[in-house]
């Protein structure tokens, strides 16, 4: 479920909040198999919860435009069912073994069993989004293909620290940032709002979808277990290298992290805490966030664009809701 006590203070907007209800529903209600057994692997990840960032950016968004009906809310579910079901793929990618603060799919059945249910949701994204005309599902089908890209790139850069921001953004972009600036996007169309606002609002997304792959990634660095649901220092575990990984290998004590990175995934908890060490006493966390906000800046400027007197402080605050997250996590 979204985090209610957060995110009602940013968005005090009461048909969000209904629409949202609604969403949380038919997610459900659309990932019930005729098979008793896929139903409960398809429901797995959305029993565990989450933030429903996504589904509450097309809900946000639908407030841009006159429309009214049910076209938002299928918007939020499709863009949710992408989202989980690109975590049941990268869960198996990764080998991950938990999610969200429970086991993750392939972790409690089989690789092959997660693989098949991702499928599952993600078909089910596509069926739902096709009432909601043909630009709605070329471009949920456009984003998926994005996603795949990202990984794709993801995955050739694995174990690798001989690349640099290009090819990391590349990778968020693909793989975090195309989903983001989808949601806000396919909600402002669906609520039929001018084109000029809702390439404002694709703006303001994709930038705050950097931003917010760039304070997750400085979380996994920072944050606790209890905090993120997973190991500390998971990505580098897993042999991915994120951008303040990739300054300290570049910088003084880049020979060191270098030695410590060699030879490839999976490292030990000693060589994770070590290289987590020097990468924020070195200040490459620090240069990251310092990145992340002025990319917030680029997204506040397209806010800028955009008329809607109650809407354009929602989306400004829940960009700033990301960097303040990590400042919490930061103590």
Request: proline share 4%; net charge negative; with cysteine.
């Amino acid at each position: 479920m979204v985090d209610g006590p957060v995110f009602a203070e940013m968005v005090p907007i009461p048909r969000v909040w209904d629409r949202l209800a609604l969403v949380e529903q038919r997610l459900f209600e659309v990932t019930t198999s005729d098979d008793a057994f896929l139903t409960d692997i398809a429901q797995h990840l959305l029993s565990a919860g989450g933030k429903r960032y996504r589904p509450l950016l097309a809900q946000v968004a639908a407030e841009l435009g006159p429309s009214t009906g049910a076209g938002p809310v299928e918007a939020g579910v499709s863009v949710e069912l992408v989202h989980v079901g690109s975590l049941y793929h990268d869960d198996v990618i990764d080998e991950a073994a938990t999610r969200r603060g429970a086991s993750s799919v392939n972790a409690n059945w089989t690789n092959t069993i997660a693989i098949l249910a991702g499928d599952f949701l993600l078909a089910r994204a596509s069926e739902i989004a096709a009432p909601l005309g043909e630009e709605a599902v070329a471009l949920i089908a456009r984003t998926y293909a994005t996603l795949c890209e990202g990984q794709v790139l993801e995955l050739q850069l694995m174990d690798g620290l001989d690349h640099g921001p290009d090819e990391y953004l590349g990778v968020i972009g693909g793989k975090t940032a195309s989903l983001i600036r989808t949601s806000a996007r396919l909600g402002a169309l669906v609520a039929d709002a001018d084109r000029d606002t809702v390439e404002a609002v694709s703006e303001w997304a994709w930038e705050m979808g950097l931003v917010f792959q760039m304070a997750d990634d400085v979380l996994d660095l920072v944050a606790d277990e209890v905090f993120l649901g997973k190991p500390t220092g998971s990505d580098i575990g897993e042999g991915t290298f994120t951008l303040p990984v990739l300054y300290a290998a570049a910088g003084p004590s880049g020979a060191e992290v270098k030695g410590l990175l060699t030879g490839g995934h999976p490292f030990d908890r000693d060589v994770i805490d070590r290289v987590i060490e020097l990468t924020t006493t070195g200040g490459h966390v620090d240069r990251v966030l310092d990145e992340a906000t002025e990319r917030l800046r680029v997204a506040e400027k397209a806010v800028g664009r955009i008329a809607d007197a109650e809407i354009a402080p929602v989306l400004i605050t829940l960009g700033r809701y990301l960097l303040e997250r990590v400042s919490a996590a930061r103590g």
